[in-house]
């Protein structure tokens, strides 16, 4: 009988077990009304296009995710002629998301 050893176990929860895409758009909405900004249509397209760009650099390694983090507000906002303190308003936004995750849990 052999036995296998795994040292790891991964899940893959986004929209299995949490309902990422209602967590996001409530996170993102907390977050710009917490800001006294308006979250609209061309700003939320522009937030997912980016989102998706950095991602898929930090997949082919060419950005650290923390690197992800920490620049995707600055350049969010740098896009829309703002100057705001993108690491501010990461951690903002995560507990945000945090708080959405505990609330749309899918069980």
């Known amino acids: 009988m052999s036995s296998l050893a795994y ?3 991964l ?9 990422f895409d209602l967590s996001e758009k409530q996170a993102l909405n ?3 009304a917490n800001l006294n900004k308006p979250l609209t249509p061309e700003i939320m397209a522009y937030y997912q ?3 998706q760009h950095l991602w898929q650099q930090y997949e082919r390694g ?9 620049t995707r ?10 100057d705001l303190n993108g690491k501010l308003i990461e951690k903002t936004y995560r507990n ?12």
């Open 49 to 51: 296009q980016l989102n």
């Open 73 to 82: 507000f600055t350049l969010l906002f740098k896009h829309f002629g703002e």
């Open 7 to 9: 040292s790891t176990l």
């Open 96 to 107: 945000y998301l945090a708080e959405g995750h505990r609330s749309h849990s899918r069980s």
């Open 62 to 70: 060419e950005i650290s995710r923390q690197e992800l983090l920490d």
């Open 30 to 32: 907390k977050l710009f």
């Open 11 to 19: 899940f893959d929860i986004d929209d299995t077990i949490l309902n």
